[in-house]
Protein backbone atom coordinates (compact mmCIF):
# COMPACT_ATOMS: atom_id res chain seq x y z
CA UNK A 1 0.00 0.00 0.00
CA UNK A 2 0.88 3.80 -0.72
CA UNK A 3 0.58 7.15 0.54
CA UNK A 4 -2.18 8.36 -2.72
CA UNK A 5 -3.12 11.43 -0.67
CA UNK A 6 -2.41 13.97 1.59
CA UNK A 7 -3.88 17.00 2.53
CA UNK A 8 -3.32 19.54 5.35
CA UNK A 9 -6.66 19.50 7.58
CA UNK A 10 -5.73 22.06 10.42
CA UNK A 11 -3.01 23.81 12.64
CA UNK A 12 -4.17 23.71 16.45
CA UNK A 13 -2.79 23.86 19.83
CA UNK A 14 -5.07 22.02 22.61
CA UNK A 15 -8.24 20.05 22.30
CA UNK A 16 -10.09 19.17 18.99
CA UNK A 17 -12.71 17.13 17.95
CA UNK A 18 -10.38 15.54 15.12
CA UNK A 19 -8.16 13.97 17.60
CA UNK A 20 -11.62 12.22 19.12
CA UNK A 21 -12.25 10.82 15.34
CA UNK A 22 -11.96 6.98 14.90
CA UNK A 23 -9.38 7.12 12.63
CA UNK A 24 -5.81 6.31 13.38
CA UNK A 25 -3.20 8.92 14.73
CA UNK A 26 0.71 8.70 13.97
CA UNK A 27 2.52 11.40 15.56
CA UNK A 28 5.68 12.66 14.17
CA UNK A 29 8.06 14.31 17.10
CA UNK A 30 11.69 15.85 16.65
CA UNK A 31 14.06 18.46 17.57
CA UNK A 32 13.35 21.35 15.63
CA UNK A 33 15.07 21.90 12.34
CA UNK A 34 15.58 18.01 12.62
CA UNK A 35 13.84 17.51 8.86
CA UNK A 36 10.19 16.72 10.41
CA UNK A 37 8.61 18.73 7.26
CA UNK A 38 10.70 17.54 4.93
CA UNK A 39 10.10 13.95 5.88
CA UNK A 40 6.24 14.51 5.63
CA UNK A 41 7.02 16.12 2.04
CA UNK A 42 9.16 13.28 1.17
CA UNK A 43 6.55 10.58 2.86
CA UNK A 44 3.63 12.27 0.97
CA UNK A 45 5.67 13.11 -2.09
CA UNK A 46 4.40 16.49 -2.17
CA UNK A 47 6.56 19.22 -2.20
CA UNK A 48 4.86 22.18 -0.02
CA UNK A 49 2.62 20.12 2.49
CA UNK A 50 4.60 20.61 5.42
CA UNK A 51 6.11 24.24 5.04
CA UNK A 52 10.05 23.29 5.67
CA UNK A 53 12.22 26.40 6.78
CA UNK A 54 15.79 26.70 7.91
CA UNK A 55 14.91 28.69 10.47
CA UNK A 56 14.06 26.52 13.98
CA UNK A 57 11.59 26.70 16.24
CA UNK A 58 8.77 28.50 13.96
CA UNK A 59 6.49 25.83 14.21
CA UNK A 60 4.53 26.40 16.91
CA UNK A 61 1.60 24.06 16.95
CA UNK A 62 0.17 20.40 15.99
CA UNK A 63 0.01 20.39 12.60
CA UNK A 64 -2.53 17.73 11.67
CA UNK A 65 -2.16 15.90 7.72
CA UNK A 66 -4.85 13.41 6.99
CA UNK A 67 -3.62 10.45 4.88
CA UNK A 68 -5.61 8.38 2.11
CA UNK A 69 -8.28 9.50 3.92
CA UNK A 70 -7.97 6.97 6.46
CA UNK A 71 -5.37 8.23 9.14
CA UNK A 72 -3.96 11.40 10.48
CA UNK A 73 -0.38 12.16 10.63
CA UNK A 74 -0.14 14.50 13.31
CA UNK A 75 2.98 17.09 13.03
CA UNK A 76 4.13 17.82 16.67
CA UNK A 77 5.84 20.93 17.18
CA UNK A 78 9.82 21.10 17.20
CA UNK A 79 11.87 20.54 20.67
CA UNK A 80 14.95 21.78 21.81
CA UNK A 81 15.56 24.56 19.52
CA UNK A 82 18.15 27.57 21.19
CA UNK A 83 16.83 30.41 19.20
CA UNK A 84 13.06 31.44 20.36
CA UNK A 85 12.28 33.11 23.59
CA UNK A 86 12.05 31.36 26.78
CA UNK A 87 7.93 31.51 27.01
CA UNK A 88 7.51 29.91 23.42
CA UNK A 89 9.73 27.40 24.44
CA UNK A 90 7.69 26.79 27.81
CA UNK A 91 4.77 26.53 25.77
CA UNK A 92 6.02 24.75 23.46
CA UNK A 93 7.66 22.28 25.58
CA UNK A 94 3.85 21.86 27.62
CA UNK A 95 1.68 21.01 23.90
CA UNK A 96 4.24 18.56 23.26
CA UNK A 97 3.86 17.19 26.79
CA UNK A 98 -0.49 17.75 27.00
CA UNK A 99 -0.83 16.24 23.59
CA UNK A 100 1.69 12.64 24.47
CA UNK A 101 1.20 11.92 28.33
CA UNK A 102 -1.97 14.29 29.24
CA UNK A 103 -4.54 14.58 26.17
CA UNK A 104 -5.48 10.78 26.94
CA UNK A 105 -5.96 10.30 22.95
CA UNK A 106 -5.45 7.05 21.60
CA UNK A 107 -2.79 7.74 19.08
CA UNK A 108 -1.16 4.32 17.20
CA UNK A 109 2.52 4.95 16.66
CA UNK A 110 4.88 7.77 17.50
CA UNK A 111 7.58 8.41 15.22
CA UNK A 112 10.38 10.21 16.50
CA UNK A 113 13.03 11.67 13.92
CA UNK A 114 16.71 12.25 15.54
CA UNK A 115 19.58 13.53 13.17
CA UNK A 116 22.14 10.90 12.11
CA UNK A 117 25.41 12.77 11.94
CA UNK A 118 24.42 14.96 15.44
CA UNK A 119 23.39 11.68 17.09
CA UNK A 120 20.94 11.69 19.86
CA UNK A 121 20.96 14.54 21.60
CA UNK A 122 19.77 14.23 25.18
CA UNK A 123 16.58 15.87 24.74
CA UNK A 124 15.80 12.92 22.16
CA UNK A 125 16.90 10.52 25.03
CA UNK A 126 14.77 12.34 27.25
CA UNK A 127 11.96 11.86 25.21
CA UNK A 128 12.31 8.59 24.13
CA UNK A 129 12.65 7.42 28.10
CA UNK A 130 9.55 9.16 28.23
CA UNK A 131 7.35 7.57 25.39
CA UNK A 132 8.81 3.78 26.34
CA UNK A 133 7.67 4.71 30.33
CA UNK A 134 4.49 5.44 29.24
CA UNK A 135 4.33 2.02 26.84
CA UNK A 136 3.80 4.23 23.54
CA UNK A 137 4.86 1.90 20.46
CA UNK A 138 7.76 4.32 19.23
CA UNK A 139 9.76 3.94 16.11
CA UNK A 140 13.21 6.18 15.59
CA UNK A 141 14.40 7.56 12.28
CA UNK A 142 17.42 8.64 11.98
CA UNK A 143 17.01 11.14 9.65
CA UNK A 144 19.74 12.84 7.05
CA UNK A 145 21.26 9.84 6.24
CA UNK A 146 23.15 10.90 3.33
CA UNK A 147 25.18 13.80 5.58
CA UNK A 148 27.38 10.45 6.63
CA UNK A 149 30.57 9.88 5.70
CA UNK A 150 30.28 6.37 3.44
CA UNK A 151 32.92 4.68 6.06
CA UNK A 152 31.34 6.16 9.39
CA UNK A 153 28.02 4.74 8.32
CA UNK A 154 27.79 1.67 10.27
CA UNK A 155 29.24 3.29 13.45
CA UNK A 156 27.37 5.63 13.62
CA UNK A 157 24.02 3.28 12.89
CA UNK A 158 25.81 0.97 15.83
CA UNK A 159 25.88 4.37 17.78
CA UNK A 160 22.46 5.02 17.76
CA UNK A 161 21.00 1.77 17.88
CA UNK A 162 23.07 1.58 21.39
CA UNK A 163 21.75 4.63 22.60
CA UNK A 164 18.39 3.45 21.91
CA UNK A 165 18.87 0.24 23.87
CA UNK A 166 18.90 -2.07 20.30
CA UNK A 167 15.22 -0.52 19.77
CA UNK A 168 14.29 -0.53 15.88
CA UNK A 169 16.26 2.74 14.26
CA UNK A 170 15.36 3.28 10.25
CA UNK A 171 18.06 5.07 8.64
CA UNK A 172 16.34 7.82 6.17
CA UNK A 173 17.18 10.15 3.82
CA UNK A 174 14.96 12.78 2.39
CA UNK A 175 18.11 13.82 -0.50
CA UNK A 176 18.79 9.91 -1.33
CA UNK A 177 14.86 8.38 -0.46
CA UNK A 178 16.80 5.74 1.33
CA UNK A 179 14.26 4.08 4.10
CA UNK A 180 11.09 5.79 2.47
CA UNK A 181 9.87 2.54 1.79
CA UNK A 182 10.63 0.94 5.34
CA UNK A 183 9.26 4.18 6.70
CA UNK A 184 5.92 4.49 4.40
CA UNK A 185 5.50 0.41 5.42
CA UNK A 186 5.48 1.40 8.95
CA UNK A 187 3.59 3.99 9.19
CA UNK A 188 0.54 2.55 6.57
P1 LIG B 1 12.03 20.78 10.68
O1 LIG B 1 12.30 22.05 11.47
O2 LIG B 1 12.31 19.58 11.50
O3 LIG B 1 10.69 20.74 10.04
O4 LIG B 1 13.16 20.76 9.53
P2 LIG B 1 13.05 21.05 7.96
O5 LIG B 1 12.30 19.97 7.26
O6 LIG B 1 12.63 22.46 7.77
O7 LIG B 1 14.59 20.84 7.55
C1 LIG B 1 15.64 21.56 8.18
C2 LIG B 1 16.85 21.59 7.24
O8 LIG B 1 17.36 20.27 7.05
C3 LIG B 1 16.52 22.12 5.85
O9 LIG B 1 17.59 22.95 5.44
C4 LIG B 1 16.43 20.86 5.00
O10 LIG B 1 16.76 21.07 3.65
C5 LIG B 1 17.47 19.95 5.67
N1 LIG B 1 17.14 18.51 5.46
C6 LIG B 1 15.96 17.90 5.73
N2 LIG B 1 16.02 16.58 5.44
C7 LIG B 1 17.27 16.34 4.97
C8 LIG B 1 17.97 15.16 4.52
O11 LIG B 1 17.46 14.03 4.48
N3 LIG B 1 19.28 15.33 4.14
C9 LIG B 1 19.90 16.53 4.18
N4 LIG B 1 21.18 16.58 3.80
N5 LIG B 1 19.29 17.65 4.61
C10 LIG B 1 17.99 17.57 5.00
Do not use: C
Amino acid sequence: MNIKSAVFVKGVTGTNEIFEDNRPQIVLIGRSNVGKSTLINTLTNQKNLAKTSSFPGRTQQINIFLINNSFYLIDLPGYGFAKVPPQVKEKISKMIEWYLFRSGYDFKKVILIIDAKVGPTADDLAMYDSLRLASKDVIVVANKIDKLKKGDHLKQIEKINQAFENHRVIPFSAETKKGLGELTKEII
